[in-house]
C-alpha cells in the first residue's frame, strides 16, 4: 500500500496540459518563420521579429497566471518550461553551428525562473485578502480579526457592520458583563 501524499488526477493531468498550450503557443507566435532577413549591407537577422517574441512572452504569462490562479502552481511552472523547452528544441534543432543547446538552455531557465517568480507571486498574493484602506466604506464595514482574547460570535453595531464580542468583561463591575449568546438568537 502507498503511504504519503496522493496527487490528484487533474493536477497530474494539468502538467502535460499545460506543456501542450505552451507548445501551440510556440508554433502559433515562432514556428512559423523560418527565413532569415538579409539587410542590402549583408547583414543577417531573424528568425523572429521583436513582436513575435513579445507575443509569445505574453501568452506565456497568461498562460502561467490562469493556471497558478485555477491552484496547479507545479503544471504553471514545469509545464510551461517542459513545453516551451521542447519547442525550442525541436525547432532550433538544425541549427549547423551545434550552438542551438545553449540558446535552449538559456531559454529554460529563463523560462523556469520567470514562471516560478510569477507563480509564487500569484499564489501568495491569493492566499491573504487586501488590507482595507482607512477612508474606503469598506474600511468601516469590516471588523477586526478576532484576537485571543476575542470571541469570534459577531454582535449588530450601529455602524453598517458587525462587531466582534468580546469574551472578556469590558469592567470589573459583574452587572456590565455581557453573556454571549447564541448567533441565531437575538439578545
Do not use: N
Not at 52 to 66: E, P
Not at 97 to 122: E, H, Q
Request: charged residues 15%.
Amino acid at each position: 500500500m502507498r503511504k504519503g501524499p496522493r496527487i490528484p488526477a487533474p493536477h497530474l493531468l494539468s502538467i502535460p496540459l499545460q506543456a501542450a498550450a505552451a507548445i501551440a503557443a510556440w508554433a502559433a507566435w515562432l514556428g512559423w518563420d523560418q527565413h532569415r532577413d538579409v539587410h542590402p549591407d549583408g547583414s543577417e537577422t531573424g528568425p523572429y521579429a521583436a513582436w513575435q517574441v513579445i507575443g509569445l512572452g505574453l501568452t506565456v504569462l497568461a498562460l502561467t497566471y490562469r493556471a497558478a490562479s485555477r491552484g496547479h502552481p507545479t503544471a504553471a511552472v514545469l509545464g510551461t518550461t517542459t513545453g516551451l523547452t521542447a519547442a525550442a528544441s525541436y525547432h532550433w534543432s538544425d541549427d549547423a553551428s551545434g550552438l542551438y543547446m545553449i540558446g535552449v538552455s538559456l531559454l529554460t531557465l529563463t523560462t523556469l525562473t520567470t514562471t516560478a517568480a510569477l507563480t509564487l507571486a500569484i499564489t501568495t498574493s491569493r492566499r491573504r485578502p487586501p488590507a482595507p484602506r482607512g477612508d474606503s466604506p469598506t474600511a468601516q464595514t469590516r471588523s477586526p480579526a478576532p484576537g485571543p482574547l476575542q470571541s469570534r460570535r459577531a454582535r449588530p453595531s450601529g455602524r453598517g457592520g458587525p462587531q466582534l464580542a468580546s469574551a472578556w468583561p469590558s469592567s470589573t463591575s459583574p452587572a456590565t458583563w455581557r453573556q454571549p449568546t447564541h448567533p441565531c438568537r437575538r439578545s
